[in-house]
């Protein structure tokens, strides 16, 4: 068996690069996060490999992905990179968790009810750094796209933990003066449960505006397009708008916060996911609707 020999001595700041690129999956994302540019990252993730001797990750059309020895590397900087926090932390250098949680969600539950919520966890910890990616697409956990992300749908599979946070309910809700007519999603989100629910129970009237944006729908109906089905956190309490008895049955669907096995027990994550678990909780019966007289 041939024994690797380091060819220089390594370095904390390749390695801290390295961990970053292996979190975010892409060399954007990782410059992004660490305020480098695209070409730094590419020679510190080069120089380590020369350093150790052996590849870290693979390139491919959708992001870096780690090598099997990548992946034993990560985890040894995962706990390295934790025990230098705690030092920190130790020495009161810190006022609390410090370091960068990405987290993933559409835009309605982000800009409309979770940003203005995440407040205390700032005024907690702030050396803790939230990034907050709004997008329909699964990102990958397991690729380090991001570290939790919030669906509207139990994962089937895969080496994610799970928990329900909350039942996002919704209703019909139009302007007072507005015409018979619907506003819809587009083709790109026919297969949305809410699109189809309002396919089956619309009653065949025509649909008056379309869009692919929920908030694009609630400004239709605040405009006074035609009657909008969407979720009740979203619409309740809107000025100009009223909710409608319901043409069909009621239409729930499940908020999960997902989280990969290996990233639950760290620590600036472990703090965003309880601050998440009180949020939810306490706004639930805002989110399944039932937080106003019907």
Not at 57 to 66: A, D, I, Q, T
Not at 74 to 82: N, S
Not at 249 to 270: A, G, I, Q, S
Request: aromatic share 4%; with cysteine.
């Amino acid at each position: 068996m041939t024994v690797q020999k380091f060819t220089s001595p390594l370095d904390w700041d390749d390695l801290r690069v390295f961990l970053e690129l292996a979190r975010a999956g892409s060399l954007s994302a990782a410059a992004r996060s660490l305020r480098l540019s695209h070409a730094t990252v590419g020679r510190r993730l080069a120089a380590l490999e020369s350093a150790l001797g052996r590849s870290l990750m693979e390139r491919r059309p959708e992001g870096y992905v780690l090598t099997d020895e990548g992946e034993s590397v990560r985890a040894l900087t995962e706990a390295m990179d934790e025990r230098a926090q705690a030092i920190r932390r130790r020495e009161g250098a810190d006022t609390g968790l410090t370091g960068t949680v990405r987290l993933t969600m559409t835009q309605a539950l982000a800009d409309i009810f979770l940003i203005p919520r995440m407040g205390a966890l700032r005024a907690a910890n702030p050396g803790l750094d939230l990034e907050i990616i709004v997008d329909n697409r699964t990102l990958s956990l397991a690729r380090r796209e991001a570290d939790l992300a919030i669906r509207l749908a139990r994962p089937q599979r895969g080496d994610l933990v799970g928990r329900r946070l909350a039942t996002l309910g919704y209703g019909l809700y139009a302007a007072p003066d507005a015409p018979d007519t619907l506003i819809a999603y587009d083709e790109s989100m026919a297969e949305l449960p809410e699109a189809l629910w309002l396919d089956r129970h619309g009653g065949g009237r025509r649909v008056a505006f379309r869009s692919n944006s929920v908030q694009g729908q609630l400004a239709a109906a605040v405009a006074g397009f035609g009657t909008a089905f969407l979720p009740c956190m979203l619409a309740d309490g809107v000025p100009g708008l009223e909710r409608l008895p319901l043409s069909g049955p009621p239409l729930t669907r499940e908020v999960w916060l997902l989280v990969h096995r290996d990233r639950r027990e760290v620590p600036r994550v472990r703090a965003v996911i309880e601050h998440l678990v009180t949020v939810f909780t306490a706004e639930r019966a805002r989110l399944k609707g039932t937080a106003v007289a019907q």
